[in-house]
């Protein structure tokens, strides 16, 4: 079982910055692609950004140019940096890694807890 933790979410003001780290532990044999997505009240969650293990991103058009994902392999995370932020960001990110316990297990979706991110303006 693979278990991400996130952190650095909080309250912040419109046009300011914010960087998330999620952290991945627990029988963890592999992770292929980890992302962020986001769920705002009464909307769907969406995506936010991906990162595969070798390093190629994807983001979504409304926080392309503001957003910037990472990872570190070696300690199975994953960052986002949010800069000019916007009353529309707000809403609860969630970490998210496709991973599989032992060289034989199926892929599996793993995901985080959570954590608000609110921009005020």
């Known amino acids: 079982q693979v278990q991400l933790v996130e952190s650095g979410g909080g309250l912040v003001q419109a046009g300011g910055s914010l960087r998330l780290s999620c952290a991945a532990s627990?029988?963890?044999?592999?992770?292929?692609?980890m992302g962020w997505y986001r769920q705002a009240p009464g909307k769907q969650r969406e995506l936010v950004a991906t990162?595969?293990?070798?390093?190629?991103?994807n983001y979504a058009d409304s926080v392309k140019g503001r957003s910037t994902i990472s990872r570190d392999n070696a300690k199975n995370s994953v960052y986002l940096q949010m800069i000019d932020l916007k009353p529309e960001d707000t809403a609860v990110y969630y970490c998210?890694?496709?991973?599989?316990?032992?060289?034989?297990?199926?892929?599996?979706?793993?995901w985080g807890q959570g954590t608000q991110v609110t921009v005020s303006s």
């Open positions: 990162i595969t293990s070798r390093g190629s991103t």
């Open positions: 998210n890694a496709e991973g599989r316990s032992t060289w034989y297990a199926t892929w599996s979706d793993y």
């Open positions: 627990g029988s963890i044999f592999s992770i292929n692609v």
